[in-house]
């Protein structure tokens, strides 16, 4: 299908879908505390999980290689291929149901299989009613961080923040007013934010350091690759009209107004720049309902940070507020973590491009952004160790 006819269905479905689809199977830790939702896709009668999810919730370690995924638990090693269904745990082969299938950089693989694979560790009740696993306490997978860990024993820290400058390289992004491009301005901004982590003791990972083209799908794998406990991706308004302005964020759901389709589809149009067609391909409606089942748990959270975010920045900036919206953005869909996308300012507008057009604005809005960040580190960590 061409992208453009592609982009436009999707954004279509995307605005379509309203009814929510069933939340999964319920995951617990080995006493039944809730740990979230597994989602699953039903292939005949079996049922393909996300195994990142699973590592997650378990505090495993996993090491995730052209399509191989190595899972690290106490006194074993589980090895996964992408399309091999025979997965290795210790020292045996495991023969699986099905072959596990790959979706924004983790493996989906069958959950009849899951007690093969992880036979002292996991634990499926009769008809699917819940996965439980056994959780690993943070100070035994995590030596690097032992300091915090001792601190504060079992106790969820937020350490890594994905920081995500929109566009580059032959993505330029929107265009402004006096010739401000908007991959430059969110480079800068998310540079100076990175550095404010940084000084926070907060490990920042930037999607792209330089003026670099960086498809949409490797954003979100990066992302779930340096195992990230927040995603922000970072954007400029544009509009024909030059009264509009203000500052604007957006979790991952189907777009329920006209504005939040467009700002999708705006942001979604870079994908006629990359290369290669088939990476997008799959996302059919019944694909994107599984992305957005797994990045569901997050949802709440990634709804609180998006309105944290416009909050600081309209109050610490200046910037006039537009409120939060949802809608279906590629670079946050199968984010294993709470994700926001901003657009901070339209750079039609004469004011806002006055901000984002100098420094003093842009590292004020980076402080802005830290201290979102910061109240999301407090009440993540203060609702994990309830
Ligand atoms: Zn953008």
Redesign the pocket.
């Known amino acids: 299908m061409p992208r453009k006819l592609f982009g436009l269905l999707l954004t279509f479905l995307l605005a379509a879908t309203t009814a929510w689809p069933a939340q999964g199977i319920p995951l617990t830790d080995g006493a039944g505390a809730a740990l979230g939702n597994l989602p699953f896709v039903a292939r005949g009668d079996e049922r393909q999980v996300p195994l990142a999810m699973l590592v997650r919730a378990a505090g495993w370690s996993a090491e995730q290689q052209d399509g191989r995924q190595v899972i690290a638990l106490p006194g074993d090693t589980v090895t996964l291929r992408l399309g091999n269904a025979f997965g290795r745990a210790g020292n045996h082969f495991v023969q699986l149901r099905l072959a596990p299938e790959e979706w924004d950089g983790s493996l989906w693989i069958p959950l009849s299989n899951l007690r093969d694979l992880f036979p002292r560790d996991v634990e499926i009740l009769p008809e699917a009613r819940a996965v439980r696993v056994r959780v690993v306490p943070p100070a035994v997978t995590d030596t690097s961080q032992r300091g915090s860990a001792e601190a504060l024993p079992e106790q969820w820290v937020l350490r890594t923040v994905v920081v995500d400058p929109?566009?580059g390289g032959k993505d330029s992004?929107?265009r402004g007013l006096y010739n401000l491009l908007?991959?430059d301005i969110?480079l800068d901004i998310g540079r100076r934010l990175a550095r404010l982590l940084g000084q926070r003791g907060l490990n920042a990972e930037l999607t792209r350091s330089g003026d670099r083209f960086v498809s949409l799908q490797e954003r979100t794998r990066l992302a779930n690759e340096k195992q990230g406990d927040l995603l922000i991706?970072i954007?400029?308004?544009s509009s024909r009209r030059p009264e509009s302005r203000g500052v604007e964020a957006y979790f991952l759901k189907p777009a329920r107004t006209e504005r939040a389709i467009e700002a999708a589809m705006?942001?979604n149009d870079?994908v006629k720049l990359e290369n290669g067609d088939a990476q997008y391909q799959d996302l059919t409606q019944n694909n994107y309902i599984l992305l957005t089942m797994a990045t569901s748990q997050y949802m709440r959270d990634s709804e609180t940070w998006a309105a944290h975010t416009v909050r600081t920045t309209a109050t610490s900036v200046g910037l006039e507020s537009r409120g939060v919206d949802q809608a279906g953005f590629y670079v946050l869909m199968g984010a294993s973590m709470p994700a926001v996308?901003i657009?901070c300012g339209f750079l039609t507008n004469p004011d806002d491009a006055k901000v984002l057009g100098s420094e003093r604005g842009r590292q004020k809005i980076a402080e802005a952004l830290l201290e979102s960040i910061l109240r999301m580190k407090t009440g993540l960590e203060g609702s994990a160790s309830r």
Do not use: I, M
């Open positions: 929109g566009h992004g929107a908007e991959k969110t991706s954007h400029c308004n705006r942001e870079v996308l657009e």
